[in-house]
């Protein structure tokens, strides 16, 4: 089923934008693993949407309710559910689109597959709304693997041409990654990051959305976890990634810029370091060979396109009567998804990872 993933560490979301909850269950949990809510709901609240001028104005507290899988704070064996109430929808916003499909949306996509009967409010179960469930999800993941050893980070690497500056692909320390996922705005340079919000606000001043590109990572990966071939490392991220709506494009390492490099420009060269540890002086493969991975950090970048609903006049079709007509987006939308998806980058990175681990 494709609200399924997970092979040892499964997860299951569920629920509709508009639906009455949405929701998440994860089966294969370790047991006996103490999980705190209160960082569960820290780190939802990073994407919970009406909290700031440069997202939705839809307020959601996300509080997830815990049905089942917890005995006095730990895992129990049992599969962890959890469900979050919607209680901000505004239907009668998309009265005027059920019939018209709205561009760059998986409106028309979702009518034919599912025969008209997709449920169109808020994007139904295509929208971002369902990365509040993988966000719980990620939180839970997140906090067993820090008691191995496994920290993940990620910030806003640009948003359209404005881009910050990246983390040290050989060097990244857990402090570091703690540290930015402790700011109100995602970035390393906070001058940049405050040229970001000044470039959010223009576009939203304008009816507009803007895109960007989201940097994550993650260190204290052991080598050697993942598989080749289908299994590889790299095609679990890019499988969980791709989960999260608007994400358009993933690169590990240097990517798509080392197309343009030689070998002996991008190969990374092996060496013992002072405590006998195996590494290579640069990172051009973002700590994954074979889809394995090598010890270094894991390094990947996540593009994810504009807001596909902005309220300038756009041309679309009329379902029921096969002509050509005009739209104009009503509702409460993101200018920019990009500052909220930080959060549902770790998220998707955490679950993969303790998939991978919980062999």
Do not use: W
């Not at 560490?9 to 998440?24: K, T």
């Not at 899988?69 to 059920?98: H, Q, R, V």
């Amino acid at each position: 089923m494709s609200f399924n993933f997970g092979t040892n560490v499964r997860i299951s979301v569920f629920g509709q934008s508009h639906s009455e909850a949405i929701g998440v269950v994860l089966d294969g949990l370790p047991p006996g693993e103490e999980i705190d809510l209160a960082g569960v709901q820290s780190f939802m609240l990073r994407r919970a949407p009406g909290q700031n001028t440069f997202s939705t104005s839809r307020r959601e507290p996300d509080r997830a309710k815990v049905i089942s899988g917890l005995l006095a704070g730990k895992t129990c064996g049992s599969p962890l559910c959890a469900i979050i109430e919607n209680t901000d929808c505004k239907s009668a916003d998309y009265a005027n689109i059920f019939d018209v499909p709205r561009p760059s949306h998986a409106d028309y996509c979702a009518y034919m597959k599912y025969e008209g009967a997709n449920d169109i409010r808020g994007g139904g179960h295509f929208s971002g709304r369902l990365t509040a469930p993988l966000c719980f999800a990620g939180a839970v993941c997140l906090q067993i693997l820090e008691r191995r050893g496994i920290f993940i980070g990620a910030h806003i690497q640009s948003i359209g041409e404005i881009a910050d500056k990246s983390f040290d692909p050989v060097l990244v320390e857990a402090a570091e990654l703690t540290a930015v996922a402790n700011k109100p705005f995602a970035v390393l340079d906070d001058a940049i990051g405050q040229q970001m919000l000044e470039q959010i606000e223009l576009v939203k001043g304008q009816a507009d959305s803007i895109g960007g590109v989201i940097e994550c990572c993650a260190v204290g990966v052991p080598v050697g976890l993942g598989e080749p071939i289908f299994c590889g490392l790299e095609n679990k991220l890019a499988t969980a990634v791709f989960a999260i709506p608007a994400v358009k494009g993933v690169e590990f390492g240097t990517g798509f810029a080392s197309s343009k490099l030689r070998g002996s420009q991008n190969n990374d060269e092996f060496y013992y370091d002072n405590n006998g540890l195996v590494k290579t002086r640069t990172n051009h493969h973002g700590g994954i060979l074979g889809g394995i991975a090598s010890g270094m950090p894991i390094i990947m970048r996540i593009a994810f396109k504009p807001t596909p609903s902005i309220g300038l006049q756009q041309s679309s079709i009329r379902l029921s009567q096969k002509t050509n007509t005009t739209i104009s987006i009503k509702g409460r939308h993101d200018p920019c998804i990009v500052p909220r998806a930080v959060p549902c980058v770790e998220a998707a990175m955490a679950i993969t990872l303790l998939d991978l681990l919980n062999r």
